[in-house]
């Protein structure tokens, strides 16, 4: 990510006089949230908010130099420059305030915040000092997806990211563009959640793709509407990806790629026509999951399913909290015996969760070491398929 010096020598030269609605500066810190960093960040100058006043915006910057997120309010105003405020206590501030406006007047190094019958005074930094980023996505090269789109790609696939910084490769979601089509793949090693989404605008458009970071993906759920009327765009570069979301308070976002390879995914994916395919209620299946979950042991939160051409049977055991045992009718395709396989239950609550209605529920083997195929048509044309690597129970 690309920084440079910004002109301003003090803070107050031309700090500029802010007057927003409550809701909107409470709506713009939420989103900048995610690239504000914590504590224990060593450099002083990274944990302040960047406010900058054009003559048809005000603008909040955050940055933790991997991720860095703009967000605009737009307002008619006289352009008056811009200042640093301290995040932590800003944003903490600002959370509690109860009124219609707010009024941040800078002077020298401290800032006089007025909402309401509250008025405080908080630090401000030098301009100068803060890093900048190139924000832009409009190139003719930038992909453009709807919203809503976004969304159900990030609903369907994050919760399998892994937490272990030590696969960094695993610590985000693979994007990819191909044949008229978009997909976002994500796993931890022990499940693989996929999405698929066919879109016009894409036929001729060549084959692409990138690995997004986590922080990037939820800074995106924050930001995100259900609109197919709203677009994102999304602009590849060589070190990072930049991001626009329209909407009424447009959102930029630059954020630095995961170098290296993700895994070969469509290895783990089951080929061929399955042995085992029976279609469920997701509702019904998610009741018992929870239930079963609820008795497990704490360590695995592993479920026994018992699969046969009319039912899935779950039980879970722990030796201090006792046992529990579920059962749903499912609607068979083919014949096979019956048989029984273990899978943590917790990863199956997870996708249960992002699914709705009828889901299939394949196994290329009927066997107690063969991972889980779920897949389910959220909406027309659009493909969502979930596998789960078995466990011993």
Not at 22 to 43: D, H, M, R
Not at 45 to 70: K, S
Not at 246 to 260: F, H, L, N, Q, Y
Not at 283 to 304: G, P, Q, W
Request: charged content about 20%; hydrophobic content about 45%; aromatic content about 6%.
């Amino acid at each position: 990510m690309s920084t440079a010096v910004m002109e301003s020598p003090t803070v107050a030269a031309k700090a500029g006089k802010v007057n927003i609605s409550l809701a909107s500066l409470q709506a713009a810190l939420t989103k900048i949230s995610p690239a504000i960093p914590g504590a224990s960040c060593a450099v002083p100058i990274l944990r302040t908010i960047r406010v900058d006043n054009t003559e048809t915006a005000t603008t909040f910057t955050a940055t933790d130099l991997d991720l860095a997120i703009r967000a605009s309010v737009p307002v008619d105003q006289q352009a008056a420059g811009g200042f640093l405020i301290a995040a932590e206590r800003f944003v903490g501030y600002v959370k509690l305030l109860e009124g219609d406006a707010v009024t941040i007047s800078p002077n020298e190094r401290r800032a006089t915040l007025k909402c309401g019958r509250a008025t405080t005074q908080l630090p401000l930094d030098i301009l100068a000092n803060y890093p900048a980023t190139e924000f832009s996505a409009s190139s003719d090269d930038a992909l453009s997806i709807p919203q809503n789109v976004m969304l159900r790609l990030l609903k369907h696939t994050t919760f399998a990211v892994s937490a272990e910084e030590s696969r960094y490769t695993l610590c985000g979601a693979l994007m990819e563009v191909f044949d008229g089509r978009v997909r976002l793949v994500a796993t931890d090693g022990h499940r693989l959640a996929m999405y698929t989404v066919p879109l016009e605008s894409l036929i001729d458009r060549a084959k692409s793709s990138a690995l997004l970071p986590l922080s990037l993906l939820k800074a995106l759920e924050k930001s995100l509407k259900d609109s197919v009327d709203q677009s994102i765009k999304i602009e590849d570069r060589e070190a990072n990806v930049a991001l626009a979301l329209s909407g009424s308070m447009p959102v930029d976002i630059v954020c630095r790629k995961i170098a290296g390879a993700f895994p070969n995914y469509r290895a783990v994916v089951p080929q061929g026509k399955p042995e085992v395919f029976v279609t469920v209620n997701s509702t019904e299946m998610l009741a018992s999951i929870m239930r079963c979950v609820a008795m497990s042991d704490r360590e695995n939160f592993a479920v026994k399913l018992t699969i046969s051409t009319d039912s899935i049977d779950m039980k879970s055991v722990d030796a201090t909290a006792g046992e529990t045992e579920e059962s749903i009718p499912v609607g068979p395709v083919g014949d096979w015996e019956t048989f029984s396989t273990g899978f943590n239950g917790q990863y199956l609550i997870d996708v249960l969760k992002a699914c709705r209605g009828d889901i299939e529920i394949k196994f290329a083997t009927p066997a107690n070491n063969v991972p889980m195929l779920i897949s389910c048509a959220p909406e027309d044309g659009e493909e969502f398929d979930y596998v789960v690597m078995p466990m011993r129970v």
